[in-house]
């Protein structure tokens, strides 16, 4: 029963019990609550309808959140990125290198470059948010970007991603075999830049209610949270007018 029909169902109620105002208010209270009693399902659908409406203003609000940061997520010279800055849609990827999800979803992001080649630019933001228990997530951030000083982000982007246990060492035996030059690392990787821009992107997920974890990606004003490739991909389709 809609909530409709049972409004007009009380009203009708009330009319053959007496004009409401000849009622006190117990009377009213007892009737209404016999009528739900009788109609629980009234219940039910308040409480759907009020679930629904929630979740829109939860999703208006996270777009909103998002449109009100565009030009930092997707236009900060700092951050790393692959395809040209003229791409028709942009990916903003946050992750953590210890984040299993993360890892999962590194393939798509791999091939998305191969599939939609200069139609997408995706953005990587370091967002290091279990280092507190790794002790070595804000390492490899702070590894990748100097990397990235270097030209080869993406390669050690991919091989942190592809380690199954990163530990101090084993960061810096993969500085070495992708060939960087390990002076001008040390000195990138001690650099106060590279820490304030890692600071820099934790407070901007900060301004975003929807980031609870990572991965986390953008497309638009629309976001996935998780390894939801297949939601992910779908957007990036639906934005390419694919």
Same mark, same amino acid.
């Given at each position: 029963?809609?909530? =409709?029909?049972?409004?007009? +169902? ?18 009213? !209270?007892? +009737?209404? /609550? &016999? ?18 409406? !929630?979740? &829109? ?8 959140? =998002? ?28 992750? $953590? ?16 470059? !191969? ?15 279990? $280092? ?27 091989? +942190?991603? $592809? ?17 960087? $030059? ?24 900060? /301004? ?13 004003? !629309? ?11 779908? +957007? ?7």
């Amino acid at each position: 029963m809609t909530t =409709i029909a049972a409004v007009g +169902l009380m009203t009708s109620s009330c009319a053959q019990a007496g004009s409401t105002t000849d009622m006190s208010k117990t009377e009213i !209270e007892e +009737l209404v /609550r &016999a009528y739900i009693m009788e109609n629980p399902e009234i219940i039910r659908d308040a409480f759907i309808k009020l679930q629904e409406k !929630e979740v &829109a203003q939860e999703q208006e609000l996270n777009r909103e959140s =998002i449109a009100a940061a565009k030009d930092a997520l997707e236009n900060d010279p700092r951050d790393m990125s692959v395809g040209p800055d003229d791409a028709k849609v942009t990916i903003v990827e946050f992750f $953590d290198y210890n984040c299993g999800f993360c890892k999962r979803a590194t393939p798509w992001v791999q091939n998305a470059v !191969e599939k939609y080649g200069d139609d997408v630019r995706i953005v990587f933001k370091e967002l290091p948010i279990l $280092d507190d228990r790794t002790k070595t997530s804000r390492l490899a951030a702070r590894s990748a970007l100097a990397a990235g000083r270097q030209g080869k982000y993406a390669e050690m982007h991919y091989a +942190l991603m $592809d380690s199954k246990r990163l530990t101090g060492e084993s960061i810096r035996e993969t500085a070495k075999e992708i060939g960087l $030059d390990m002076r001008k690392y040390e000195a990138d990787l001690a650099d106060a830049s590279i820490d304030k821009h890692i600071n820099d992107t934790l407070q901007l997920a900060n /301004r975003l209610p929807a980031l609870t974890g990572t991965p986390f990606f953008i497309v638009g004003d !629309e976001y996935v949270s998780g390894a939801d490739t297949d939601r992910l991909e779908r +957007l990036v389709d639906a934005a390419l007018g694919s």
